[in-house]
């Protein structure tokens, strides 16, 4: 008989961030994604909390896409003493090497403002991570390619992983995790049957135990015409005399948002008004894709048009310049959350002119500025200091590149046969527990909601 598996969930359990799960099945640890904890302070703190397990005991890492929630630990985990290889697709090494480094850049400035203001408790202020402990992180990566058979796939001892594309974004896996002759399956961040620029996902392999994700676990994505509401927005900003910023996450919504916008201004739809793409990290994202265009919709030529008439700001300079903009104009900047980088400057000029409109374009978790400014916030903090807010504000979240609540469940039909046992995570505790009655009622399917810390037997 074989031996049983923990499997433990130390992130992405009762919220929608910092995924972690690590499984051990006596001879090997593996952990299956190492991300950063995002939104609300509580949440944040734990990025700074020791990590539940010696981090030199972990064998490996199988990364199911580059997002920071996902990606974003593991330089502080390779500085608490991690050795072992950490795998993904070749595509998401890409994007990781783009993700990782701009990330520890960011710890850095925000620590060095910190110091140079005294805003900080902690005297002085570090990063939880440097950009050289990124740049060492990134040594222990190691994409793999399809072998002959055209399966993405690796393996930590006895443990086995096999990579299908899930439509998420760029590069982003659904694992199919074997150990002692059983199948675990890790949904990751799960894409849309019909999205802008990712193909469908692939149907699910069997698996024994499921792992799903439940981001809109309680909802289904508005129906409406996305061509048309964007376009209405735009042009009833432009006509007040105002400009949009539209705070994009700089993989995969920001390349989005151009696609769309550039199909907009080419039809007519909406006005020849300068659109600037003000983030370093989303311009090499949409290089990236340019790259990798036989793993998305578009074609080499639309790639290329991404590029096409579209101001790219890469320096400080550029970005700043767009503070003396007399004219309207559309401006796609990072974080699509608005928890860091160039976008918060945008808003601090921004939101308190009533003919401006910031819309946000995907999913916001609670505890940040783009959940507040959406929940109709009057006021907002930014760097130490509050601004009100006049601007308009739009939340169109069935531009999310997350599947909703039917689309999950109609991918989860497809399974060949059912699993043993399904673990509801990364979604906030009412959407995680909604999708599990829903599981339950529909499918038939026993399903539980891990709590944080908490572990499985996997017999």
């Known amino acids: 008989m074989s031996s049983s598996i923990q499997l433990s969930f130390f992130g992405a359990a009762g919220t929608v961030t910092g995924s972690r799960y690590l499984l051990d099945d006596g001879e090997n640890k593996v952990l299956v994604d190492c991300g950063l904890f995002q939104g609300y302070k509580f949440l944040r703190e734990r990025n700074r909390q020791p990590f539940p397990v010696q981090p030199s005991d972990i064998d490996g890492i199988f990364l199911t896409h580059a997002h920071l929630d996902h990606s974003g630990y593991i330089p502080a985990l390779v500085a608490q003493g991690f050795k072992g290889p950490i795998y993904c697709t070749q595509a998401s090494y890409d994007l990781c090497k783009v993700l990782l480094l701009d990330s520890a850049h960011i710890q850095e400035e925000e620590a060095n403002f910190r110091n140079r203001h005294h805003l900080s408790k902690h005297h002085p202020a570090k990063p939880l991570y440097t950009i050289a402990q990124a740049e060492s992180a990134l040594g222990q990566f190691q994409p793999i390619s399809p072998d002959n058979s055209g399966r993405v796939q690796a393996n930590i001892g006895n443990i086995l992983t096999e990579f299908h594309q899930n439509g998420h974004i760029l590069g982003s896996s659904y694992l199919d995790v074997t150990i002692n002759n059983r199948h675990i399956l890790f949904s990751g961040d799960l894409g849309r049957p019909h999205d802008l620029i990712m193909k469908p996902p692939t149907p699910p392999s069997y698996c024994d135990y499921l792992v799903v994700e439940s981001t809109y676990g309680d909802r289904i994505h508005d129906q409406r015409d996305l061509q048309a509401n964007v376009s209405d927005i735009a042009r009833e900003t432009i006509k007040r005399g105002g400009s949009l910023l539209i705070p994009a996450f700089a993989v995969g919504r920001a390349q989005s948002m151009l696609f769309l916008l550039q199909q907009l201004r080419r ?134 590149a997350h599947a909703d609540c039917d689309e999950i469940l109609q991918w989860l039909r497809k399974l060949p046969a059912p699993p043993k046992h399904c673990f509801i995570t990364h979604g906030e505790a009412e959407a995680a527990d909604l999708f599990r009655q829903k599981i339950q009622d529909e499918l038939g399917w026993p399903a539980s909601t891990p709590e944080m810390g908490s572990s499985a037997i996997l017999d």
């Open 267 to 400: 039809s007519g739809e909406i006005p020849y008004v300068p659109i600037y793409l003000d983030s370093p990290m989303a311009i090499n994202a949409t290089e990236i894709m340019q790259r990798h265009h036989r793993e998305h919709r578009l074609t080499h030529q639309q790639c290329q048009e991404l590029s096409r008439d579209i101001f790219f700001l890469r320096t400080v300079e550029q970005s700043m310049a767009l503070n003396h903009q007399n004219v309207p104009a559309i401006i796609v900047s990072a974080s699509g959350m608005a928890t860091g980088g160039r976008v918060l400057h945008h808003l601090r000029r921004m939101l308190g002119d009533y003919r401006n409109t910031v819309m946000f374009a995907g999913y916001q978790a609670g505890g940040t500025r783009g959940a507040r400014l959406t929940q109709g916030a009057q006021q907002v903090k930014i760097f130490g200091e509050y601004f009100g807010v006049k601007a308009r504000i739009e939340h169109l979240d069935f531009l999310s």
